[in-house]
Nanobody
Framework: VQLQASGGGLVQAGESLRLSCAAS????????VGWFRQTPGKEREFVSA????????DYTDSVKGRLTISRDNVKNTVYLQMNSLKPEDTAVYYC????????????????WGQGTLVTVSS
């Protein structure tokens, strides 16, 4: 499966963005999809993931209550709604697909999209 992330941009603290991860391939609905983020000099960090059916989700603690992951398997797209953004959310965000159940480990994801930059100013 091939993935393409979009929706990043420059916003002020407290504002919202919605990231999209569009996938090609008829088997998209069988993949877990995750969002990760990375800043210069740091390792890629798990943000959120959603199971193939959409029935199971997971979030890193720092984004719980502010970010919501969802998917539309008809449109082959996963979304990350980002509300109440903080400067520490600034990063390049990547989406990735996995054949495994929802996991935080980036090595469980074997298809990655290009990143989309989110910048949150204070």
């Amino acid at each position: 499966v091939q993935l393409q992330a979009s929706g990043g941009g420059l916003v002020q603290a407290g504002e919202s963005l919605r990231l999209s991860c569009a996938a090609s391939g008829r088997t998209f609905s069988s993949y877990t999809v995750g969002w990760f983020r990375q800043t210069p000099g740091k390792e890629r960090e798990f943000v959120s993931a959603i199971s193939a059916s959409g029935g199971s989700t997971d979030y890193t603690d720092s984004v719980k209550g502010r970010l919501t992951i969802s998917r539309d398997n008809v449109k082959n797209t996963v979304y990350l709604q980002m509300n109440s953004l903080k400067p520490e959310d600034t990063a390049v965000y990547y989406c990735a697909a996995s054949s495994w159940r929802v996991r935080k480990d980036p090595t469980a994801f074997d298809s990655w999209g290009q990143g989309t930059l989110v910048t949150v100013s204070s």
